[in-house]
């Protein structure tokens, strides 16, 4: 299992020592794929916690590889929608039962559980991020902080919805929660 996301992903797959010039990656979006400019090693590091849709090899050296998304954001977005899913059932049961709506902490984020006693079935689950995540996501802000990339491109690839914060308010994904 891979230290970028708990999955055979990218960075598990590529060959050790990858020479970058035999190596093709393509972004699928929309039903379309696009080619990854890759120039350097290093070039390889934003994508490690994407799951290939298709990887091939062909024993020379020579791979390729077809991505769609970032599975640490993929899974988060799927538990997220799942837990908040389940919270909104039970409180809309609890208020068709007219019962107080108690769900239990340990197994829903303590966050979800307060938005939707606080609004309801318009409760969402944006700008919450749970905390095995943000633990892939350190990782990979670390792997290409040794690598020497800026700040500014970490937090483009890793914490994509804190660019304007850290622009802003001075956000440090070192130390900051996110």
Request: hydrophobic share 30%; net charge negative; charged share 35%.
């Amino acid at each position: 299992m891979s230290k970028f996301c708990g999955k055979c992903d990218l960075y598990d797959g590529l060959p050790e020592n990858p020479d970058i010039n035999k190596i093709r990656l393509f972004i699928e979006k929309n039903g379309r794929s696009y080619p990854i400019k890759l120039e350097e090693p290093r070039d390889l590091i934003p994508y490690y916690p994407y799951v290939p849709s298709l990887r091939t090899g062909d024993g020379q050296g020579h791979w390729c590889a077809w991505l769609t998304d970032s599975y640490i954001d993929r899974e988060e977005k799927e538990l997220l929608k799942c837990q908040m899913e389940y919270l909104i059932r039970e409180y809309k049961k609890s208020k068709r039962n007219k019962t107080p709506f108690l769900p239990d902490s340990k197994w829903y984020d303590v966050r979800l559980i307060e938005r939707v006693k606080e609004k309801g079935e318009k409760a969402t689950a944006e700008g919450i991020h749970l905390s095995m995540q943000n633990y892939y996501r350190k990782e990979l802000a670390q792997e290409m902080e040794k690598n020497g990339y800026e700040d500014m491109d970490i937090i483009k690839w890793v914490y994509p919805d804190m660019w304007v914060t850290k622009l802003t308010s001075g956000w440090d994904w070192r130390t900051d929660e996110y």
